[in-house]
């Protein structure tokens, strides 16, 4: 069981990092990102992170995704509505779904 409670606290320790890339990126505070404004944060965040890298790319290769050059893909697959905006509901539950 501590190989789970291991897995599992990476995961929530992924989710608050992700939080808080969403609300710097979050940056009118509309509640919505733009591709842009997540990819970037996620570029930069992820190059000086190698779990939050790692838990990207897991992810991303769960899905059959490329994300070496960049995680516009990976904002793709998360954005259901194609408003070319992005919500915490979304970004959130989409992670929470490829972790379980």
């Known amino acids: 069981t501590h190989c789970i409670s291991s897995a599992a606290s990476d995961v ?19 509640g919505m990102v733009s591709r842009e404004e997540l990819t970037a944060l996620l ?30 893909a990976l904002f793709d697959m998360i954005e259901g509505d194609d408003d070319g905006g992005l919500s915490w509901a979304e970004f959130e539950g989409f992670f929470m779904a490829a972790v379980s």
């Open 12 to 30: 929530y320790k992924r989710q608050d990092e992700l939080r808080r890339i969403f609300t710097l990126a979050d940056s009118d505070k509309s």
């Open 43 to 72: 570029d930069e965040r992820a190059s000086s992170s190698p779990q939050l890298k790692s838990f990207l790319s897991k992810v991303a290769q769960g899905l059959g995704l490329v994300v070496s050059q960049g995680y516009d």
